[in-house]
């Protein structure tokens, strides 16, 4: 079976701070990585996924993550960030198989302040 | 593009009652899913339905039922509501998910339904 931890149950930052938010995943099987966020009272909208090839991956907003598979860590990182960064981000994994199930971790609060 | 439509947003129930939680979706996707997003506890799989005509559980099915009316359409029906299925649900769907094109596997969530049990 899968899991996806998130450590930081919450990161405070200053507005132009960079930050960086963990995901670590446990899988017998290779996997798809994913970030997804979670603006206040919205559904989910995808960040960026890892699928294969280089271990760097750009998201939108200015968001990046890299995959390490050694480490099996797929943290995301974004150099300065803004108020409107404020949200809730979550790490999802997939299996490479016909598997359908997407498994999310507990998610993390991005609170920026001025 | 109205993407994926929850109704309703928010509902208070009795316990013992029983409602139904609308989605559809008009992305001509094949996959449709159901979640529960509890504090601290991420969003959770109830149930799945890989294509038209099939539904699946997910990680917490009991107490819920779902039914896929036609390819834009999936409820999901509690029939004896539980102080414990206060959550907010979120419905997703997504294009096919063939093992090789794990990019159809991108989840489009509909913003959610607060549900409270008392």
């Known amino acids: 079976a899968q899991s996806v931890t998130q450590l930081d149950s919450q990161v405070p930052v200053f507005e132009e701070a960079p930050v960086e938010l963990r995901c670590n995943y446990s899988s017998s099987v290779s996997v798809y990585l994913f970030w997804y966020v979670q603006y206040p009272n919205q559904g989910l909208q995808l960040l960026l996924k890892y699928l294969s090839g280089s271990t760097l991956v750009k998201g939108i907003n200015g968001f990046e993550a890299e995959f390490n598979k050694s480490q099996t860590s797929f943290h995301l990182r974004k150099p300065s960030v803004h108020i409107s960064d404020t949200a809730e981000y979550f790490c999802?994994?997939?299996?490479?198989?016909?598997?359908?199930?997407?498994?999310f971790g507990s998610g993390t609060r991005l609170l920026v302040r001025p | 593009n109205a993407g994926v439509t929850q109704t309703p947003k928010f509902q208070v129930l009795k316990t013992g009652q029983s409602m139904t939680l609308q989605c559809a979706q008009d992305m001509n996707h094949n996959s449709m899913y159901w979640y529960r997003q509890d504090p601290g506890m991420g969003l959770r799989l109830i149930y799945y339905?890989?294509?038209?005509?099939?539904?699946d559980k997910g990680e917490v099915p009991n107490g819920y039922n779902v039914s896929r009316l036609n390819k834009r359409e999936f409820s999901l029906r509690l029939e004896s509501a539980a102080p414990s299925q206060t959550s907010v649900y979120f419905c997703?769907?997504?294009?096919?998910?063939?093992?090789?094109?794990?990019?159809?596997?991108?989840?489009?969530f509909g913003a959610g339904s607060r549900l409270t049990v008392l």
């Open positions: 999802a994994v997939k299996r490479r198989d016909s598997s359908y199930k997407l498994i």
């Open positions: 339905s890989a294509s038209e005509g099939t539904t």
């Open positions: 997703a769907s997504s294009e096919r998910g063939r093992r090789e094109v794990a990019g159809a596997n991108v989840l489009t």
